[in-house]
């Protein structure tokens, strides 16, 4: 889990509307973005504030090696409000490398890793208030009831009493685990435990959700929903998420990126070639990022 990280400050920032007579000054409040306050745009996947000014994240020549060995190599990568990007790989590619390092948890050898235009190393409290981090192996508490952790992570998060038992009901709602909530997180079954894993992620609201294999323990129905969770995550904040599953990508992700012995080989719309493409890579071919 991320450090914790300082609030941004409010601006007050002032627009000018020209008419033929006088220029009128409109004065609006900047602050960082809530998940019931930003605006939609219909059917737009994407919020009405433009994503391309500053990305939400941003990866510049990203490296990481690990035991002598080059883990990740100069990764360029960018993710946009609204926007779900899926890291596709094969074992040992570099993909929960990569977002241990988007999550404040690993740092970089080389190369920057910004959220919403700050560097998340010279201001590792960033994580705690900008990112929800689920990884490939969730951090329960196992002798805890599910309620009870989820409180527990919330206030570890910063929230006030009340403000956690709300965040908590939202997402014992949202990843349909009202039935267990009393129930010891030892004796879940994986697919369980997992979804507690998400929603550990999602109660502070993030700006950005890291998302490590998220379907991993899931049946087919469980895999169903959580996809269902996933996109609408995207309607109002960012997702990045690796997985094996090319059906999950295909049905969740805006665009993938193919990671092979951590170098970008592809960055693209999962489109009908996705599968080929993968499966080319993997054998070794090159691909240029597009």
Same mark, same amino acid.
């Given at each position: 889990m991320g450090r914790p990280s300082p609030s941004t400050s409010h601006a007050e920032t002032c627009d000018f509307i020209q008419s033929d007579a006088n220029p009128r000054p409109v004065s609006r409040a900047r602050r960082p973005a809530r998940l019931a306050d930003l605006p939609r745009s219909g059917n737009n996947r994407r919020p009405v504030t433009d994503p391309a000014a500053i990305p939400l994240l941003a990866l510049d020549a990203v490296s990481r090696s690990l035991a002598g060995r080059t883990v990740v190599r100069a990764l360029t990568l960018s993710v946009a409000k609204g926007e779900v990007l899926g890291l596709l790989g094969v074992n040992g590619a570099g993909k929960s490398t990569a977002l241990r390092m988007v999550s404040g948890v690993l740092a970089p050898d080389a190369g920057t890793v910004r959220l919403q235009g700050s560097d998340l190393y010279s201001e590792p409290e960033l994580a705690r208030r900008g990112i929800g981090y689920l990884p490939e192996r969730a951090p329960l508490h196992t002798e805890l009831?599910?309620? $009870?952790? #989820?409180?527990? %992570?919330? @206030?570890?998060r910063g929230l006030a009493a009340k403000p956690a038992r709300a965040a908590v009901?939202?997402?014992?709602? @949202? %990843?349909?685990?009202?039935?267990?909530? @009393?129930?010891?997180?030892? +004796?879940?079954?994986?697919?369980?435990? +997992? !979804?507690?894993?998400?929603? +550990?992620? #999602?109660?502070? $609201?993030?700006?950005?959700?890291?998302? =490590?294999?998220?379907?991993?323990? #899931? =049946?087919?129905?469980?895999?169903?929903?959580? @996809?269902?969770?996933? !996109?609408? #995550?995207? $309607?109002? +904040?960012?997702v990045i998420l690796s997985t094996h599953q090319l059906a999950e990508a295909q049905a969740s992700c805006d665009r993938v990126a193919i990671l092979h012995q951590g170098e970008l080989r592809h960055l693209g719309v999962p489109d009908k070639d996705l599968e080929a493409r993968f499966l080319r890579i993997a054998a070794g071919a090159q691909e240029a990022a597009a």
């Open positions: 009831n599910v309620t $009870e952790y #989820l409180v527990f %992570c919330a @206030r570890l009901a939202r997402e014992l709602e @949202r %990843c349909d685990l009202g039935e267990v909530q @009393r129930r010891l997180i030892g +004796q879940l079954s994986k697919g369980f435990q +997992q !979804r507690v894993g998400l929603a +550990q992620a #999602l109660l502070h $609201e993030p700006a950005l959700v890291v998302l =490590d294999e998220p379907a991993s323990g #899931l =049946d087919p129905v469980q895999s169903v929903r959580m @996809r269902e969770v996933v !996109r609408a #995550l995207r $309607e109002q +904040q960012g």
